[in-house]
């Protein structure tokens, strides 16, 4: 069935919650969260005030979106990555990009990985998108054979899987393994294990935490991500 053409009505409206959004991220990248205010984003766009809470009801409302958008591009282009060299150059591929996409936008990147935004709840759908960024470090993990020393957090994963249908379900998507397939529980130990890894890098350097030490980001989340597959005995 031929998809309905917008009316003219719906392609305005579209058009603006766009240029809104867009001076949303402007403003996050000057100033942070707390630059972002309705009022004086209606003043840019050429909006009076109580015309914006047409398109946004609220300020909680636009952050929301801010954040499904940049988990989106994220999990995009993560997915984007060629796995088809697999084992570690996979996992360093995926990595890179991770790291290349939240330094290329620190501000989008601190929106949704850094301290939480006072009284902001995050949509409810931000597990699921969040996931999707994790999704192809599954993949790279499916056949790791982990060391003895990862073998506590591996039966606490096959617990987590049993436990919880919507992880079930995330890793069989991503790796065709059934929950109590051995290889689930050491792929889901290898994706959760590898977030904290690259995370606590990118992190630290969306933030400028790396300003004025000797070490640079670019050398040390290699060397992590080399650590990890050694510990999982990718080839």
Known sequence: MAERARTPRERYRE???GEIKRSAVRRLAEGGVENVALLPIA????LSGP???RY???RDELLAELVTDAYQALADAVRAVD?????RASLQALADTYRAWAIAQPHLYLLIQGTPVPGFEAPAETVERARAVLGPFLTVFTDGRPTPALEPLVAESAAWLRED????AWVERWTGLAADAPGAAVALTGAVTAWPQTHGVVGLEAAGQFTGMGQRPAT?????????????RLP
Request: hydrophobic share 50%; aromatic share 8%.
């Open 15 to 17: 058009q603006t919650r």
């Open 51 to 53: 015309a914006l809470y």
């Open 220 to 232: 040390l989340l290699p060397l992590q991500m080399n650590l990890l597959a050694d510990a999982f």
């Open 56 to 58: 946004f009801g609220s």
């Open 83 to 87: 796995l088809g060299g697999g084992g």
């Open 43 to 46: 003043k840019e766009i050429g």
């Open 165 to 168: 249908a919507g992880v079930a």
